[in-house]
């Protein structure tokens, strides 16, 4: 009979070991990829309903600019008026009620961020998704270009909270049109988003990626990946 060759318990187990430390390794960046994935897909979403939602607005109630009152009177301003034409879970009004967490951070962590939750001026509303919405409008008449904000969380309450991570920013546009906070200005100027957290919702939207996350060398223009 002739010998027979095979692997020696030893062998397998350093084989074994071997590509659970390459899974250990890849896994991570793998998983962070594939959420982010997911985010991009989720704030396209949320930003084509808010946009169907602020268009049923105009054909009901005419121009943005002839909604109403005063920024922050808590009566029908222009972000009561959106919110008739959402699929609404929970409608918290402008007062504290859990519809967003009272605390997010910045890209690098810090803390500093506008507290939405707790300030009565933002109407809030949790989707029947998930997704967590507040919308102030800036006042009456309209002064610039601007009418006001919308912010989406798009996971809601859950983590990370961070500004440009689950957390991203739309203007309502005086023309009647919803638009990612930033986009001309990103146009104009195209390094601005290794710098400004306000802006990645208009990277997302545009580019289709997180990147931003992982270098800071990006350009609108030029380079809008990592590789």
Request: proline letters at 3%.
């Amino acid at each position: 009979m002739k010998d027979l060759k095979a692997f020696t318990l030893a062998e397998v187990l350093i084989t074994l070991g071997i590509i659970g430390v390459v899974a250990a390794m890849t896994m991570p960046v793998l998983i962070q990829k594939q959420n982010e994935k997911a985010t991009v897909v989720k704030l396209k979403k949320e930003y084509s309903v808010m946009s169907n939602a602020l268009s049923r607005a105009v054909m009901e109630y005419g121009d943005v600019a002839n909604w109403g009152k005063a920024t922050y009177d808590v009566d029908r301003v222009n972000c009561d008026v959106i919110a008739e034409f959402l699929n609404i879970a929970k409608d918290c009004g402008h007062e504290t009620k859990g519809c967003l967490p009272e605390n997010y951070t910045f890209l690098d962590g810090s803390s500093g961020f506008r507290e939405i939750e707790t300030h009565e001026g933002y109407k809030k509303l949790i989707l029947a998704d998930g997704a967590s919405v507040s919308v102030v409008g800036y006042g009456y008449p309209i002064t610039t270009n601007t009418a006001g904000e919308i912010w989406i969380d798009v996971n809601g309450l859950k983590k990370p909270n961070a500004l440009g991570k689950d957390m991203f920013l739309f203007s309502i546009k005086a023309d009647n049109t919803l638009r990612p906070h930033g986009l001309n200005e990103l146009e104009a100027t195209p390094d601005r988003i290794n710098t400004n957290n306000y802006l990645t919702a208009a990277w997302v939207i545009t580019h289709g990626n997180m990147d931003y996350l992982h270098c800071n060398d990006l350009d609108w223009k030029t380079k809008t990946k990592c590789k």
